[in-house]
């Protein structure tokens, strides 16, 4: 069964352009979370689709945003860049809410 | 409001040395579940463990366990015979019944395991 799948791995974007994260969850999962790390600031949750529709949002800018398509595939946006949003992006999917949940293995991003 | 401190920020230990990894939870919620994750360098969590709050019982899983204490409100895991591939960041996290997906994870523990 594969697992959460994350592209791209890696990437280098400059300061002020946007970019677009993709995230494909476990076979049936329904629920997709995203999550951003960074060494000062640890895990932040950013937000959570269940069914097309985001349920949870963390604390994070409207330059955040994200979307969860009908074969729950999820993507995720950060527009407007800053230095700031260098930091590795988790997803996370998992059945219902209350369940365990399961990580891909990230992307990094680098914003210069 | 929520929150998981994990109050070791590094630990070494040297090959073969038991090590605890301490967990302290806050909730107000009678219905709540606990996990641990592993994040090798690689990135990716790894899940180890989950237990709901009505399961008080200590957990094995070979050289793993897991005691959870509500009365304390920890949920402190033990490596036993460490082993260099032990080392990693490990990450306590508390999620709770409410409508969609709620975690908060704690800060993480970094675990070395030297030969």
């Known amino acids: 069964k594969a697992g959460v799948t994350q592209t791209p791995r890696y990437l280098i974007k400059t300061r002020g352009q946007q970019v677009t994260l993709s995230c494909s969850p476990i076979?049936?999962?329904?629920?997709v979370s995203w999550y951003q790390q960074t060494p000062g600031q640890g895990l932040q949750f950013l937000f959570e689709y269940f069914s097309e529709t985001q349920r949870n949002k963390g604390n994070f800018p409207g330059r955040f945003s994200g979307r969860q398509f009908s074969n729950s595939r999820s993507e995720m946006n950060v527009s407007t860049l800053e230095l700031g949003d260098s930091a590795l992006y988790l997803c996370?999917?998992?059945?219902?809410?209350?369940?365990?949940?399961?990580f891909g293995e990230g992307s990094w991003l680098t914003v210069v | 409001a929520q929150k998981v401190t994990q109050a070791q920020t590094e630990i070494s230990v040297v090959e073969k040395e038991d090590v605890t990894l301490d967990c302290v939870y806050e909730?107000?919620?009678?219905?709540?579940?606990l996990f641990w994750y592993k994040q090798p360098p690689s990135g990716e969590l790894v899940f180890l463990i989950r237990r709901n709050s009505f399961d008080e019982q200590n957990e094995i899983s070979g050289r793993y366990s897991w005691n959870f204490q509500k009365s304390t409100s920890s949920f402190n895991f033990t490596i036993t015979a460490s082993q260099v591939v032990d080392s990693a960041v490990y990450f306590c996290a508390l999620s709770w019944d409410n409508y969609g997906q709620n975690f908060v994870f704690g800060p993480g523990t970094r675990l070395s395991v030297l030969p």
């Open positions: 996370a999917s998992s059945l219902v809410s209350g369940n365990t949940i399961y």
């Open positions: 076979s049936g999962h329904r629920s």
């Open positions: 909730t107000r919620d009678t219905t709540y579940y």
